[in-house]
């Protein structure tokens, strides 16, 4: 086997023969070698994708010898991992609030900070009443549709759509609405954050890309598999912002609320973008790492 580039030094032995635990080993000693946050997991995780293998199968197959057909599938994936393709663009699938959604090459992959998000937006309409009266909810950049779809797993009565400028994100957003059963109440439009849109909404919140132009090529290399648009977020990091404030006075009602993901020291800079237009910022609510994460806004004219 070839070794992609810059893993050279990095030997992944996979052999016909090999038993389902010696290639495991190999994998997370490989991936181990190779500096990878998770070896085990990961290893584990490409193991089961490759020969379609739950987590307990892999278990109780242990034993099982690996064909030649089968150690060249996950071999493959191996060095796909250590060209440091993140294991979920590998598997096609990341989990998401407990919710498996689908990705493809036009969607971020969705990741466990963003979950702060869910739960501000639902402690803002925890505020409003019951989480089962009917609500209208807008996701502005959806990609693969997490936040929204993980919101209506919650509301059992709300209608939601979910706006991206990349059809095939919005192709990708939809699948999953439909696999999980909420495709009733879930639409997906291609369109520039919510410029199509007709409030009032609820409920608006957003992902958007938030990285200054000039720091993308110093991201990890896994984060650079993600598509630069869904990251690219101006020379200051802030053009999605400006463009969601300027339209989020059409989008919201006077009991509504804005909800948006931000990034490391970006709350002192959105704050005031929304406050430039209209609406009254909230502190950050912070992740699980204790990083202001999801900054909420409502319009000026509502009594917090």
Do not use: C
């Not at 032995?13 to 090999?18: C, I, N, Q, S, V």
Request: cysteine-free; aromatic content about 4%.
């Amino acid at each position: 086997m070839n070794s992609p580039a810059g893993q050279s030094s990095t030997r992944v032995l996979l052999a016909p023969g090999m038993t389902l635990i010696q290639a495991r080993r190999a994998l997370t000693d490989a991936f181990a070698a190779a500096g990878l946050d998770s070896p085990e997991l990961d290893a584990r995780l490409l193991a089961g994708h490759a020969l379609s293998l739950d987590h307990t199968a892999l278990v109780i197959d242990g034993e099982r010898s690996l064909g030649g057909d089968a150690a060249k599938t996950l071999a493959a994936l191996a060095w796909r991992r250590l060209d440091r393709e993140p294991v979920a663009r590998i598997l096609g699938m990341k989990e998401f609030w407990g919710l498996p959604l689908r990705l493809n090459d036009a969607t971020l992959v969705p990741r466990p900070e963003t979950e702060t998000l869910v739960e501000a937006s639902l402690g803002a309409l925890d505020e409003g009443g019951p989480r089962s009266r009917a609500l209208r909810i807008a996701d502005l950049g959806t990609g693969s549709g997490a936040l929204l779809i993980a919101l209506l797993t919650e509301l059992p009565n709300a209608q939601g759509v979910g706006t991206d400028v990349d059809s095939q994100a919005v192709t990708a957003a939809r699948g999953n609405a439909a696999r999980l059963g909420i495709a009733s109440r879930a639409q997906f439009v291609v369109s520039d954050f919510g410029a199509p849109l007709a409030g009032p909404f609820d409920l608006v919140v957003s992902n958007p890309p938030y990285i200054e132009s000039g720091h993308i090529a110093t991201l990890p290399p896994e984060v650079r598999h993600d598509p630069r648009r869904a990251l690219d977020g101006g020379s200051d990091g802030l053009h999605a912002y400006r463009a969601i404030a300027k339209q989020a006075r059409n989008l919201l009602g006077p009991r509504s609320h804005l909800v948006v993901e931000i990034g490391i020291g970006q709350e002192t800079a959105v704050a005031a973008i929304f406050r430039a237009a209209g609406l009254t910022p909230l502190p950050a609510q912070p992740d699980l790492s204790g990083i202001p994460r999801a900054l909420r806004a409502h319009v000026a004219t509502m009594t917090p």
